[in-house]
């Protein structure tokens, strides 16, 4: 889809939006949304931040998606200045220097590849509010965001929440781990350390997600900040030992250079064992250096290179998919 296109779709008499999930942990389906709720989606990000009529906002993600159709929902709730660049892996290298953003929505690969460009950037450090999401953002892109002199946000949402529902810092002082969720938004955890998230403004029902969070409460109960741990469907059962996909990967991250991801195969004797797919060929190398940081248990028994490690459209790891690709590979 193009941005005329949903244009279109926007302001046609049709309540109801289609929209496309992302497809990181299973294949991309359709759904349809109201366009009553998105709009009150934007209108809570733009109080939020502060943006008001005549703000610039850069749009750079496929509107394909819920993220880059509610990039263009902001601009019409609140009236904002958008302008649109092919969505890309270097989303502002067309960009003039001299342009100035109020706005910008990005997936972490296309922050970490407009870091390589000290011209690119200068640019992303001009944007008044930058929000990432899509994506989990490693500790060594964190560090680099640290020092940014306008406002760098990670978001928390999916598409059933029509986008994000509470965000937390990446830079300043108030920088943090932990997310504080919109006012109208109620989170919580059951009995799986699963978070719970009512937002009636967005999403008609409460919904349950496969994210295991950490949360903090204020002298009433009231869940005030949230941390996200992992997946509860990212957790790889090997040997009667549970091994979280993202702690694993979090552990290897500084150690190696080059794309990887942890999945799992089925094992006659363990249950499941722990997969490294990798685009490093040198796999003794590789092996070396988890033994380094990781626990005996939690060591890959499999180490496979790939050309590229599996992503979704919107720069996610694509779980499913690696999960197949070790499936299918025949062990010597």
Partial sequence: MVLEEFIREWESDCPMVTVRTSGSTGAPKEMAVEKARMAASAEVTCDFLGLKEGDRA???????????????????????????????????????????????????????????????????????????????????????????????????????????????????????????????????????????IDAPKVCAEVLMTNDIAETEKDDSGRVVRFRIRGRKDNVICSGGVKIQIEEAERMLKDKLSLPFLITKKKDCALGEKVVLLTEDDNLDGVEEKCKSVMPKYWLPRLYIHVDAVPQTETGKPARAEAANIAEGFTEP
């Avoid at 930058?130 to 002199?149: E, M, N, R, T």
């Avoid at 509470?166 to 504080?180: C, F, I, K, P, Q």
């Fill in 58 to 196: 850069l749009l750079c993600l496929p509107v394909d998606y819920i993220a880059g159709k509610m990039m263009v929902v902001r601009s019409k709730v609140r009236g904002l200045d958008l302008v649109s660049v092919e969505p890309s892996g270097h989303p502002l290298a067309g960009v003039s220097a001299s342009e100035r953003f109020d706005l910008c929505a990005m997936v972490p690969m296309q922050v970490y590849n407009s870091l390589q460009s000290p011209e690119e950037a200068a640019k992303l450090k001009n944007i008044k509010h930058l929000i990432i999401g899509g994506g989990a953002i490693d500790g060594s892109l964190a560090d680099k965001l640290k020092a940014f002199p306008n406002n760098v946000w990670s978001t928390y949402g999916m598409t059933e929440t029509l986008s994000h529902i509470a965000l937390r810092r990446l830079n300043g002082d108030d920088a943090s781990e932990w997310y504080t969720p919109f006012n109208g938004v109620a989170v919580w955890t059951n009995a799986d350390d699963c978070l719970v």
